[in-house]
């Protein structure tokens, strides 16, 4: 269960990226964290990680403060950032050395991720595409099996069997015990994945409620997108 | 759990940053090896204390940048930061690898290549000149004598003071600063150095007697090495022979002791600044 409370945040003064946000998030949920580029989804993120300490407010992940990175707490989470960057080694050795930081890591979920993805595990990191590298680290955060997965922008470099393939393998990872949060602004990737939509808008959570209706039109809705000004759905 | 310190996480880290980063450990080894052999081929005729002070000392900031120089890259240190293990482990593991591993290895290093492979340069050089050629053994025996004959207070301020001071301050500026590191380093580094050449000179002109101390430009006296209150250089008059001061001992304790307590705040503040550290 992740409590945000009175939340401020801010990396400049003059611009508050928070203010008195609060959000209550329960387990067994799959969440997307939607907004406007800016609107703070990676920053709210790092804070609920402990990558960012709030200014003012408290966050809790089952009663556990995340700032304080106690490795007990770190071992039930895992974020996959945006940008990744991975040292020189193949996922075969990754796997053998980082495992061991992760209690409930399974080998043979990796190797069975990393095919359905069609990675080569033989293959170093710096020789491989930035998708290739992004679904490695998706491989082994799935792997990991925290009780919380932070997804930031999961989908942006992925091509599209790779999207399947990750939807497929989140659903199949995903149990009541678990907590995923999705951030992005790639609604049509994951609107069939999320079952709660988070909104970010103007400093505060503008919406979290459970999807009932097509995720983009609730997403537009929420932000005030005109319907003049969008561009019909592929669907 | 023990949320501060559990040994197999320690190893783990240490197995991790072995992983990483063994290709740069082997070129620093290289470096260094490369390094004191040419400044062991240019001590045959003086001393190069200094240059082997900072050859010793800048390795060892060269492991602690390989810790936490990577802030910019925020998948990496994300990714590590978020790494199940505890600040202080992360921090212990740093020390594993700049202290407790590098110095021994450097000792080691030091005597392989200025004792063994110099001098068995030397000795074929020796070869084709008969009449001036030592016998191999005495000529190795003759340099760990040397070694041995200096005291180890001399060993804890040139060498030993220096790095903990250089280790320590890069540590904290690593961890401190995401962008231009090395930059900031070697800024606070010349303002420390200045800030210790002020102390030094109104400790000398207030504890000791120089019959010229009043003449000294500022920053004349390069003691560089930090609490080097041993021998303090005077001019007795311009163009004259250097002369040498010596504190008493007691002066002399009390100034290591207390740079030892400013090195290890520098550490506690490095250690501190890990669990601080945000993205």
Redesign the interface.
Known sequence: MVTIKDLTFWYSKKHLIFDQLDLHLESGHIYGLLGKNGAGKTTLLKLICGLSFPKSGNISIDGKIPGKREPGFLTDIFFVSEEISLPSMTPVKFADIYEGFYPSFDIDQYWGYLEKFEVDAKKKFPAMSTGQKKKSMVAFALAANTRYLFLDEPTNVLDIPSKAAFRTMLANWFTEEKTIILSTHMVRDLESMIDTAVILENRKIIMNKSVDQNLETLFNAAISIPETTLIPSEH | ?N?TF?I??FW?LV??QW??NK?AYFLLWGMISFALIILALISQNSDVYLAYSLLFSFGGCYLTKTFFSRWT????S??F???????T?KFLCALFYGILLYIPLYILNYFFCTYIVTYGILYFICLFFPNNLESFSSQIMSCFHTFAAIPFSFYLVVFILTFFLLQSLCMIIMIRFKKNQILIFLISLMAFLVLDQIVLRVVTLNMVTFPCARIFPPGFILTFFPGDFSYMRSLSSFGADLERFTFLNPVRSLNGIIWILVYILFYISAWSRI??R??
């Not at chain 2, 890259?73 to 990496?76: A, K, S």
């Open positions: 759990m949320e559990n197999n996480r783990l197995r991790r992983a990483e290709k890259d925020f998948g990496r994300s990714f930061i978020l790494l199940p293990a505890s600040g482990e669990k601080e945000e993205l």
